[in-house]
């Protein structure tokens, strides 16, 4: 199985500050990385696609990046909205595998 | 609008079965993979079975292989999730998901409690 490590598992940061949280696949996953923004009782919300592509009514202050194994979401200017749990997701083999998760935290 | 909406979960004993039910709408139901996903109580998301669209291919987590079976009726545009030999550690919120052709999930419901204790 591949396996996906996120890292921080927890991040404190505050309105308007620039965050990045990074994702390790344990082999290539050639591109096919998801990123989910998920609050609580609520179901996950998809915000990047391919690595890197913006899904349609996304906000502009998200983007994704990387290749191989490492991949990355920036949240550029973060807003009260944005604080929430985010996740990743490899697409490329079976079993598809999340990362444990990175709680985004008002410092 | 795209629509999924799940039903069916609820407490049930060790050793039982449970039958989950997701109603797609909002998109051609026929041209998707549908998604199974599910998250323990204050834990991560785990991937769980997809089914394409004429249910001619399906996949599972090992965790579940031999005990969960996904099926799909397209005239109803609905998607389901058999439960067999269920146990605590399958206590989770089910999502029901839509998935495109290159294996991305797009849209998620709101998602259905099952749980599992005596």
């Known amino acids: 199985d591949t396996q996906m490590t996120q890292s921080p598992s927890t991040l404190s940061a505050s309105v308007g500050d620039r965050v990045t949280i990074t994702c390790r696949a344990s082999q290539s996953i050639s591109g096919e990385l998801a990123w989910y923004q998920q609050k609580p009782g609520r179901a996950p919300k998809l915000l990047i696609y391919k690595a890197s592509s913006l899904e349609s009514g996304v906000p502009s202050r998200f983007s994704g990046g990387g290749s191989g194994t490492e991949f990355s979401l920036t949240i550029s200017s973060l807003q009260p909205d944005d604080f929430a749990t985010y996740y990743c997701q490899q697409y490329n083999t079976y079993p598809y595998t999340f990362g444990q998760g990175t709680k985004l935290e008002i410092k | 609008e795209v629509q999924v909406v799940e039903s069916g979960g609820g407490l049930v004993q060790p050793g039982g079965s449970l039958r989950l039910s997701c109603a797609a709408s909002g998109f051609t139901f026929t041209t998707y993979w549908m998604n199974w996903v599910r998250q323990a109580p204050g834990k991560g998301l785990e991937w769980v079975a997809n089914?394409?669209?004429?249910?001619?291919?399906?996949h599972f987590v090992d965790s579940v292989r031999g005990r969960f079976t996904i099926s799909r009726d397209n005239a109803k545009n609905s998607v389901y999730l058999q439960m067999n030999s269920l146990r605590a550690e399958d206590t989770a919120v089910y999502y029901c998901?839509?998935?495109?052709?290159?294996?991305?999930?797009?849209?998620w419901g709101q998602g259905t409690l099952v749980m599992v204790s005596s």
């Open positions: 998901a839509r998935l495109t052709n290159s294996g991305l999930t797009d849209y």
């Open positions: 089914i394409n669209q004429d249910a001619s291919a399906r």
